[in-house]
T-cell receptor, first 110, second 116 residues
C-alpha cells in the first residue's frame, strides 16, 4: 500500500525566512510525485511533477527535489502570499490514483 | 494548465434531500475523473474513480448507493449525494487527468456541502 507522510504539519515563517517542507513516501514503483498548493475553501492547484530521483523543478520561490524515499519543497524568501497548505501526492505504476499526504500548513507573517 | 470546473461551489440542503455536484473538464477530454472528500484540516480522501461509459470504482468504505457517480461524457462527471444527512457535510473535490500516462491531475474548485 502506498504511503505518504508530510512534515511538519504546520510551519510558521517570517517573511524572507527560507525553509523546506518534507514528503516521505513508500510506493510500489513510482510513476510520479506531485506537489499541490491548496488555499482555504479551494481545490488543489498543481505546482510540480517529479518522476525520478535527482530531478529538480523550480517555480518562482519554490523548488522541488526528489530522492528515492522523499521529496522536499524548498521555499526561498517566502512572502505572505505563499501562505497555504502544500500537499504532496504519489502515483504508482499500478494505477492512476493519487495517494495524498496530510499536507503542511504554511503561514508566512510579514 | 488544464481547467476543471465544479458546480455548485456551495450548497446547503435539508436532511433527506439529494444533491448533485457537476465536474467538467473545460479544455480537454477526460476518460477518467476522480472524486475526493476533504474534512477540515485534513487531506484529500479518494472516494471513487469515475470512468466514462462504465460504472465507477468505489474505494473501500464508500457507499455506492449513497454517492452515485455518473460519467456520461468525456467532459462531465456528476456526484449525487442521495438522502443527505449532516454527517455527509464536507468539501467534495473532483479531478481529471489530461494525460493518464503522467498521473498528473488537475482539480476542480471544490464544492462545500452543508446538510442541515
Amino acid at each position: 500500500e502506498d504511503q505518504v507522510t508530510q512534515s511538519p504539519e504546520a510551519l510558521r515563517l517570517q517573511e524572507g525566512e527560507s525553509s523546506s517542507l518534507n514528503c516521505s513516501y513508500t510506493v510500489s514503483g513510482l510513476r510520479g510525485l506531485f506537489w499541490y498548493r491548496q488555499d482555504p475553501g479551494k481545490g488543489p492547484e498543481f505546482l510540480f511533477t517529479l518522476y525520478s530521483a535527482g530531478e529538480e523543478k523550480e517555480k518562482e520561490r519554490l523548488k522541488a527535489t526528489l530522492t528515492k524515499k522523499e521529496s522536499f519543497l524548498h521555499i526561498t524568501a517566502p512572502k505572505p502570499e505563499d501562505s497555504a497548505t502544500y500537499l504532496c501526492a504519489v502515483c504508482s505504476n499500478a494505477g492512476n490514483m493519487l495517494t495524498f499526504g496530510g499536507g503542511t500548513r504554511l503561514m508566512v507573517k510579514p | 494548465g488544464a481547467v476543471v470546473s465544479q458546480h455548485p461551489s456551495r450548497v446547503i440542503c435539508k436532511s433527506g434531500t439529494s444533491v448533485k455536484i457537476e465536474c467538467r473538464s473545460l479544455d480537454f477530454q477526460a476518460t477518467t475523473m476522480f472524486w475526493y472528500r476533504q474534512f477540515p484540516k485534513q487531506s484529500l480522501m479518494l472516494m471513487a474513480t469515475s470512468n466514462e461509459g462504465s460504472k465507477a470504482t468505489y474505494e473501500q468504505g464508500v457507499e455506492k448507493d449513497k454517492f452515485l457517480i455518473n460519467h456520461a461524457s468525456l467532459t462531465l462527471s456528476t456526484l449525487t449525494v442521495t438522502s443527505a444527512h449532516p454527517e455527509d457535510s464536507s468539501f467534495y473535490i473532483c479531478s481529471a487527468a489530461m494525460d493518464p500516462n503522467t498521473g498528473e491531475l488537475f482539480f476542480g474548485e471544490g464544492s462545500r456541502l452543508t446538510v442541515l
